[in-house]
């Protein structure tokens, strides 16, 4: 079955600053890569996601690229805000079910 | 819309007893739900896949005579925790999408903490 791996475990940037997320997943046959933030206690977000055919997508601060041929996808954030601090969770779907597959999350925080 | 909700919010039992948690899609129909279980720190494990009218399916690993799951109408899932003992003890979240085939978002529950003594 799917396998999604997702690195750092942690990551602390300066307000201001630009943070990378990244994932690797198993099955080729992926074609849905959405992204959550998750604040304590609370349910997952989604605030962006990217499908097979397109190899990058961006909303305002917020970018996420995919390479399918490295079965790779990563989670851009520019001009980190301390309200950005979250944890942020990758996932992997294949069309049919819909089921999601989630990475390993990262605690995010951005310090003022 | 795409609004989801769960009942209840939090719930503390004795060990033994069972406890059921109700995930409801509030203005849309649900043909699949899901159910995922998140513990402190780590990330949301999916337990089943439920579709209205049919039994689950289970992830490896996850009894299904311990969680209970029935999908009974297009706008609700049950999740029933049976005998539940301490180490059941997490957050549960239930999420559910709009369509069908090419559409892949799912919305999803504000989770359910559930504590067993």
């Known amino acids: 079955g799917e396998n999604v791996e997702q690195h750092p475990s942690t990551l602390s940037v300066q307000e201001g600053d630009s943070a990378v997320i990244k994932c690797t997943y198993s099955d080729s046959a992926s074609n849905y890569f959405p992204w959550y933030k998750q604040e304590l206690g609370k349910r997952p977000q989604l605030i962006i996601d990217?499908?097979?055919?397109?190899g990058e997508k961006k909303d305002q601060r917020i970018a996420v690229t995919l390479n399918k041929t490295a079965k790779h996808f990563s989670l851009h954030i520019t001009e980190t805000q301390p309200e950005d601090s979250a944890v942020y969770f990758c996932?992997?779907?294949?069309?049919?079910?819909?089921?999601?597959?989630f990475g390993q999350g990262t605690e995010l925080s951005v310090k003022p | 819309g795409a609004v989801v909700s769960q009942h209840p919010s939090w719930v503390i039992c004795k060990s033994g007893t069972s406890v059921k948690i109700e995930c409801r899609s509030l203005?849309?129909?649900?043909?699949?739900m899901f159910w995922y279980r998140q513990f402190p720190k780590q990330s949301l494990m999916l337990m089943a896949t439920s579709n209205e009218g049919s039994k689950a399916t289970y992830e490896q690993g996850v009894e299904k005579d311990k969680f209970l799951i029935n999908h009974a109408s297009l706008t609700l899932s049950t999740l029933t925790v049976t005998s539940a003992h301490p180490e059941d003890s997490s957050f549960y979240i239930c999420?559910?999408?709009?369509?069908?085939?090419?559409?892949?978002?799912?919305?999803f529950g504000p989770g359910t903490r559930l504590t067993v003594l």
């Open positions: 203005d849309f129909q649900a043909t699949t």
């Open positions: 990217i499908r097979s055919n397109v």
């Open positions: 996932a992997a779907s294949v069309n049919q079910g819909g089921k999601l597959i």
């Open positions: 999420s559910a999408i709009t369509g069908t085939s090419g559409v892949n978002e799912q919305f």
